[in-house]
């Protein structure tokens, strides 16, 4: 039997969540910020692109403003407010320093100190491959955590007011190997739908009805480390810190 997930710390005011494209943070994780911003911690969202690659019938400038809406649509469901995209291109986001340092510059800025991201790795497990995008930003996003603490990384960040800030920890959700988890029974329908906003991206997928298929996905998300969190619907995280 697996280890059982440990609960996630909850002595902390601030969370920043860095992800590659709108819908990212919905296939699960949104059902975990509801709680939190439930118990009145603040959490804010930095999207690298707009998602504009995303649907295959809809030309880029014609998807993003598209996207983008529903993305702050569904922000809202789960009680984030605070929603910046960075207007990297979707599909083909790049390691390196000019997105390691945009992000150090929001940790400094928004000065969380929790910041949540996605699977940086390879896969999603057996039989899957996670996409460039993803790789990309997830770890980009863990070098900024280190790179936001470090005054002689991007001085010029000092320079724009940006002063070194070093988060507590980092959440990375979408892994095959979480150690904590946030229960989210009383949250499992503001995430569902928070991901049924995403109307437009979601018909364009499948031709399920939009909102069977968020409860769908967030369900099956919802169950596959509870047998590990003590039979509770959850949202698992490797913690680092």
């Known amino acids: 039997m697996p280890d059982e997930l440990a609960p996630m710390p909850t002595d902390w005011q601030r969370a920043l969540a860095i992800v590659a494209h709108p819908?990212?943070?919905?296939?699960?994780?949104?059902?975990?910020?509801?709680?939190?911003?439930?118990?009145?911690?603040?959490?804010?969202?930095?999207?690298?692109?707009?998602?504009?690659?995303?649907i295959d019938g809809l030309p880029p400038e014609e998807?993003?403003?598209?996207?983008?809406?529903?993305q702050l649509a569904s922000a809202a469901e789960v009680g984030v407010t605070s929603v910046e995209f960075l207007d990297y291109?979707?599909?083909?986001?790049?390691?390196?320093?000019?997105?390691?340092?945009?992000?150090?510059?929001?940790?400094?800025?928004?000065?969380?100190?929790l910041v949540i991201t996605l699977n940086h790795r390879e896969s999603w497990g057996p039989g899957s491959w996670n996409s460039a995008d993803h790789r990309a930003v997830g770890t980009a996003a863990l070098d900024a955590v280190?790179?936001?603490?470090?005054?002689w990384i991007f001085p010029e960040l000092i320079a724009q007011g940006a002063q070194p800030w070093q988060a507590r920890w980092i959440a990375v959700a979408g892994t095959q190997h979480p150690t904590h988890a946030v229960d989210i029974g009383a949250t499992l329908e503001r995430a569902v739908a928070s991901?049924?906003?995403?109307?437009?991206y979601l018909e364009a997928l499948s031709d399920e009805p939009h909102d069977r298929h968020a409860r769908r996905v967030?369900?099956?998300?919802?169950?596959?480390a509870a047998a590990r969190f003590g039979g509770r619907p959850c949202v698992g995280f490797e913690l680092i810190g």
């Open 23 to 54: 819908d990212d943070l919905e296939y699960g994780v949104s059902g975990a910020i509801a709680a939190w911003t439930a118990e009145g911690r603040e959490v804010s969202y930095l999207l690298a692109t707009r998602g504009e690659a995303g």
């Open 63 to 70: 998807a993003a403003p598209l996207r983008q809406s529903e």
């Open 89 to 113: 291109r979707d599909g083909v986001v790049e390691h390196g320093p000019a997105l390691r340092q945009d992000l150090a510059r929001a940790i400094r800025e928004r000065r969380p100190e």
């Open 146 to 151: 280190a790179d936001a603490g470090n005054r």
């Open 195 to 200: 991901l049924a906003a995403h109307r437009t």
């Open 218 to 224: 967030v369900e099956q998300a919802a169950h596959l």
